[in-house]
């Protein structure tokens, strides 16, 4: 993982003359090369006789962006690439760097989960610049389709919007609460819209707080403290990933009310599709992030190779899960077997970019 | 006057001209916004609501909020220690995450969880007894070198985690993350019993003394006698120490641990400990004091969801909540 950060450390290292921060930055150089050296993978080369080097560019450490770039690395050789890993620790500034970064590498082309919206249109600007094919898993701004190899992201509105459909349908009536993931980069306030659209369907459900939780479980545990304080008689909880739902789940056992509480969130990650098993989380709204980089890697080796065209809005995978049907859900974390099963599945069609905001 | 209350040169003040007569029952009847800004701004926001939400001042609300800040308030109490010596260790929240993880790890592959817990504490103390070497032993400031740390730890946990959280910690979950007596959560207690014994190291040993004399004038301290780099060593290590206690109780009241489980931590246990009296410039400050900045933070963000504020609105509330407390603490 050739991550800029090192690189921006050891500047600031050297201003300070200082021999132990040298060292630091020396092991983090080291952890990040063994990071890269693991990530590479022999490749057959494409059809035009030439391996291709893909960037993939995730932007913090959650579970979720690393089984992505995991499922990235496993396929890439099969498709005549190899994956360069770089990881942006949450900063525009540092995947903007990243970005440059592998342009200077001269890569065929860039993977990436981006940290936010803005972060996004300097990175595409710098790719188009540099003519490298950059396609973005969760591009949120509409107005940069044309310019990117693709899109590629669940369906944001209907994610959360089929979680509401369920919730309405197996809960007679009573209140209901959000946590919701950070704000700003449109995916949890599209989440959360969803939900209360498909919760329209039952008048007898109301919505009667969103909170944040941030995608950080602590915080989400602390929010299901205080609703469940504010709103004793709550009887259905919307939690946008199972991360925090883990930590809604914990609070609410904590006060003897998960009996009296649906939970319900969105991702398919181990322990949630473990904690549906268990009862403890009533339904999902589950995408393979494995799956999501898969397809990703496959439509833009394509988009290079010049055999699928650029500029399109695709929708992952998704599979809504509830204990019934655990084994439908597409896993996070699969083994090589499970990723030539994502590499055989057709290619994703592309879809009107109408729902994009 | 203790540092604690607010000064601890004694030099400034004999050189302080005499105050004339008739001031003297002013100043008496004014609020000292230095030392209890914090205070009033904590209890005006207490009193508002408590208005708007009864439920606020229930027994079991007053304990979600102690439980809720219990891990940034033990967090604190490390950085008070580092910031009062005139550091800063931006190290604490991904030495959560690393400890953690360690115990995490070791137990699901069925190491003893006392085994575990000791290995935590062990890995904490000896990310803090690095960094008090590394700050020690060179000029570069202790911002660059534990923000190196930082990186440093948050990459060998998400390493050996591989991204994913440890879902079980076993008893360490009731233990740390239950209730002791009469419901109340056993990480409150520990709370206190290390914010008590933070206070008592600062203002009753050798060790405390020497901190704030380095915070306040190292040069000096240095001239006096005093021996900087060895007191470094321990206060970072002391600040180690705590982390791993941070770690271990964070664990347990997650039942988990995760790589970015303390992503965010260190600038919450400077803001804090700076919200509550506790400057970035060293020499001032205590314990008590960064409770103070750890309560108001945790009451305000309880408060907001009590009244289903948005996210946004909640962002821009407590915004504003510690601008107020902080401009309030004049002669800062």
């Keep these: 993982m050739h991550s800029q950060l090192t690189i921006g450390l050891s500047k600031k290292c050297k201003l300070a003359c200082s021999m132990p921060a040298r060292l630091l930055s020396l092991l983090l150089a080291g952890f ?90 300097a990175d595409v600007a710098k790719a188009n610049a540099a003519h490298v094919p950059i396609f973005l898993l969760y591009g949120y701004d509409k107005s ?80 299901a403290q205080d609703l469940i304080t504010a709103h004793p008689d709550l009887k259905g909880l919307y939690v946008e990933n199972e991360d925090m739902a883990i930590g809604a789940i914990l609070a609410l056992k904590r006060a003897g009310k998960l009996s009296q509480v649906k939970v319900v969130s969105c991702n398919g990650a181990p322990y949630g599709l473990e904690a549906i098993g268990n009862g403890e989380i009533q339904a999902s709204n589950t995408c393979s992030p494995a799956l999501e980089a898969v397809m990703g890697l496959r439509i833009l080796t394509g988009v290079i190779g010049h055999t699928t065209e650029s500029g399109h809005l695709y929708y992952s995978l998704t599979v809504f899960v509830t204990k019934d049907n655990i084994k439908d859900a597409n896993p996070w974390v699969p083994d090589q077997t499970g990723i030539e099963k994502f590499l055989s599945l057709p290619l994703l069609k592309p879809v009107a970019d109408s729902d994009l905001p | 006057m203790s540092p604690e209350k607010g000064g601890n040169n004694q030099l400034e003040a004999k050189n302080r001209p005499a105050q004339k007569e008739p001031h003297r029952t002013a100043d008496r009847l004014r609020i000292d916004w230095t030392t209890y800004g914090t205070t009033v701004v904590l209890v005006v926001g207490i009193i508002i609501t408590a208005i708007f939400q009864p439920v606020f001042l229930t027994v079991s609300n007053i304990a979600n909020v102690l439980s809720q800040i219990a891990v940034l308030g033990i967090l604190t109490m490390a950085q008070t220690i580092v910031l009062i010596s005139g550091g800063i260790d931006l190290s604490v929240g991904s030495n959560v995450a690393l400890s953690g993880v360690t115990a995490g790890l070791l137990f699901l592959h069925g190491v003893p969880l006392w085994v575990d817990c000791f290995a935590a504490l062990g890995c904490a103390t000896a990310i803090g007894l690095i960094n008090g070497l590394l700050v020690a032993q060179n000029r570069a400031h202790p911002f660059i070198i534990t923000l190196g740390m930082l990186t440093l730890l948050e990459g060998i946990a998400e390493l050996v985690t591989g991204g994913s959280p440890v879902n079980d910690m076993g008893a360490l979950a009731t233990i740390l993350g239950g209730t002791i007596f009469f419901g109340i959560p056993t990480a409150v207690v520990l709370l206190f019993i290390i914010v008590v014994l933070t206070a008592l190291f600062l203002a009753r040993t050798p060790l405390g003394r020497t901190a704030y004399a380095i915070g306040g004038n190292e040069e000096a301290s240095y001239l006096s006698g005093i021996p900087i780099k060895r007191t470094k060593v321990y206060i970072y290590t002391l600040a180690g120490v705590i982390s791993g206690i941070a770690a271990l109780t964070l664990s347990g009241i997650l039942n988990a641990a995760e790589a970015n489980i303390g992503t965010g931590l260190e600038l919450q246990s400077i803001a804090a400990a700076v919200i509550g009296g506790t400057p970035l410039i060293g020499g001032r400050g205590g314990a008590w004091r960064s409770l103070q900045g750890v309560l108001l933070l945790g009451v305000v963000s309880n408060s907001l969801n009590l009244m289903s504020v948005g996210a946004n609105y909640q962002n821009i509330a407590l915004g504003v909540i510690v601008l107020i407390a902080v401009m309030v603490q004049k002669n800062r």
């Design chain 1, 32 to 121: 990040f090369a063994a990071s890269a050296a693991s990530s590479g993978a022999e490749a057959t080369p494409a059809a035009g006789g030439k391996i291709l080097t893909i960037a993939f560019m995730r932007p913090g450490p959650d579970p979720y962006y690393q089984d992505g770039q995991n499922g990235a690395v496993m396929a890439a050789p099969s498709l005549g690439a190899k994956v360069v890993t770089y990881f942006s620790n949450n900063s525009q500034s540092q995947e903007l760097a990243n970005v440059e970064d592998a342009i200077s590498k001269q890569v065929d082309g860039i993977l990436m989960y981006a940290v936010s919206l803005s972060a996004e249109s």
């Design chain 1, 144 to 223: 940069l389709l044309p310019k990117v190899a693709g899109f590629e992201q669940v369906n944001l509105i209907e994610y959360g919007k089929e979680v509401g459909t369920w919730l309405a349908k197996h809960l007679a009536e009573g209140k209901v609460a959000i946590i919701t993931g950070l704000l700003g980069r449109g995916d949890a306030e599209a989440y959360a819209e969803g939900f209360k659209n498909g919760l329209a369907d039952n008048k007898q459900l109301t919505v009667v707080a969103q909170v944040p939780g941030d995608w950080n479980r602590q915080k989400a545990q602390h929010a």
